[in-house]
């Protein structure tokens, strides 16, 4: 089982960005899908999150309005297209993957997680 996270790169603030990820080795239709980022020096933290039929998405305060987040459960990807970058959403983002547990922004819930792609943010 695999979730390959791509996409990432330098980007001038004010840029986009659109990161995928795509699973492999399993179904992850039945799964809630999540992208969480980490910044040098912090802890990962939740960034946003989509449930199973993709009907319902949810968001961090700091990306909302920016980011949105899609499913395309015939390719078992994920997407999260990011607009308006800012400097601040510089950090390695991740993909996860959990059978719902009760909460979207907890990353000890999730089951699996991809690599990890870099998003650079240039002022």
Do not use: H
């Amino acid at each position: 089982v695999q979730l390959q996270a791509s996409g990432g790169g330098l980007v001038q603030a004010g840029g986009s960005l659109r990161l995928s990820c795509a699973a492999s080795g399993r179904t992850f239709s039945s799964y809630v899908r999540g992208w969480f980022r980490q910044a040098p020096g912090k802890e990962r933290e939740f960034v946003s999150a989509i449930t199973r039929s993709g009907g319902s998405t949810y968001y961090a305060d700091s990306v909302k309005g920016r980011f949105a987040i899609s499913r395309d459960n015939a390719k078992n990807t994920v997407y999260l297209q990011m607009n308006s970058l800012k400097p601040e959403d510089t950090a390695v983002y991740y993909c996860g993957a959990q059978r719902y547990s009760g909460s979207y922004v907890e990353a000890r819930l999730y089951d699996y997680w991809g690599q990890g792609t870099q998003v650079t943010v240039s002022s």
